[in-house]
Nanobody
Framework: QVQLVESGGGLVQAGGSLRLSCAASGRTFSSDAMGWFRQAPGKEREFVAGIRWSGTYTYYANSVKGRFTISRDNGKNTVYLQMNSLKPEDTAVYYC?????????????WGQGTQVTVSS
């Protein structure tokens, strides 16, 4: 069992920035990849970004590429999502996920989510 706790959400104006954090605990040895999903009201959950604990692989959705940056601190078992140039359409609940690979994050462990609201 991997436990994930997200933090760092809030209210920001369009063009602003936020940094989300996801702290992992429990059986983290079973998960080599972590990432972020988001779900806006009335919309489906969508993948945002993923990263491996090992190696240098990162992956981004086209909608956030160039604006968001995912990073990690292996010693703290924490993954971050730096969000710049935020747009109102980025408004959503952001969830952290963990799995054996980036490709399987959608079926991995989930956090409780943190709300991000971007005003126009």
């Amino acid at each position: 069992q991997v436990q994930l706790v997200e933090s760092g959400g809030g209210l920001v104006q369009a063009g602003g920035s936020l940094r989300l954090s996801c702290a992992a605990s429990g059986r983290t040895f079973s998960s080599d990849a972590m990432g972020w999903f988001r779900q806006a009201p009335g919309k489906e959950r969508e993948f945002v970004a993923g990263i491996r604990w090992s190696g240098t692989y990162t992956y981004y959705a086209n909608s956030v590429k160039g604006r968001f940056t995912i990073s990690r601190d292996n010693g703290k078992n924490t993954v971050y999502l730096q969000m710049n140039s935020l747009k109102p359409e980025d408004t959503a609940v952001y969830y952290c996920a963990a799995s054996q690979s980036i490709a399987t994050l959608d079926s991995g462990s989930w956090g409780q989510g943190t709300q991000v609201t971007v005003s126009s």
